[in-house]
């Protein structure tokens, strides 16, 4: 009956981060195998160490995770801009692979930097969020530049804690 218990907890804990947000994720993952290593070693530091180790590389890995997609999202809003000219506002859009978190908006082109180092291009874009009347557009402030392998993202504001994950 005891393992019964035991193995229904670690499936409730399992669980857990399909309810939980993105950030309580490496917490929980290092709770269930920390608890799931001290339980099957008989040894709380064991399950300690465990959990901890399980917490870092879930951590690490949502962070690298979230990184390619903002990355993804940059450069497609970057070539968009890349083959604009000043003045001009067009539609862009990311569909990730895996059917969350895609974005779409506005962009248009304020300016135009030449440099002897960089050509660059200020644009104001907007990332839509929601469907129907509960639809929002929010604006935003960016710089894209020319680079050996296309355009790219240079540089946005506001900060990324005020606008979400595209920084």
Same mark, same amino acid.
Not at 59 to 65: A, H, K, P, V
Not at 138 to 144: I, V
């Given at each position: !009956?005891?393992? &019964? ?6 499936? &409730? ?35 300690? &160490? ?8 879930? $951590?690490?890995?949502?962070? #690298? ?5 903002? #990355?993804?999202?940059? $450069? ?7 083959? !604009? ?9 990311? #569909? ?14 304020? #300016? ?28 935003? &402030? ?5 680079? $050996? ?19």
């Amino acid at each position: !009956m005891r393992r &019964l218990g035991t193995a229904a907890l670690l499936a &409730l804990l399992a669980a857990a981060p399909l309810a939980a947000g993105c950030s309580s994720v490496g917490g929980i993952a290092g709770a269930v195998t920390g608890t799931a290593a001290a339980v099957g070693s008989g040894n709380p530091a064991v399950g300690i &160490l465990v959990g901890v180790g399980t917490r870092a590389v879930a $951590d690490e890995g949502l962070r #690298r995770f979230s990184r390619g997609r903002s #990355r993804t999202e940059q $450069d497609a809003l970057a070539e968009v801009v890349g083959g !604009m000219a000043v003045g001009e506002a067009r539609p862009w859009r990311v #569909r990730h692979d895996l059917p969350f978190g895609n974005k779409q908006g506005e962009a248009r082109v304020l #300016r135009a930097v030449e440099t002897p180092l960089a050509e660059c291009k200020e644009v104001l874009f907007s990332v839509e969020s929601g469907e129907g009347a509960d639809a929002t557009r929010r604006w935003f &402030l960016a710089s894209a530049c020319r680079q $050996d392998e296309g355009w790219k993202w240079a540089a946005a504001e506001p900060a990324t804690e005020r606008w979400g994950s595209l920084q």
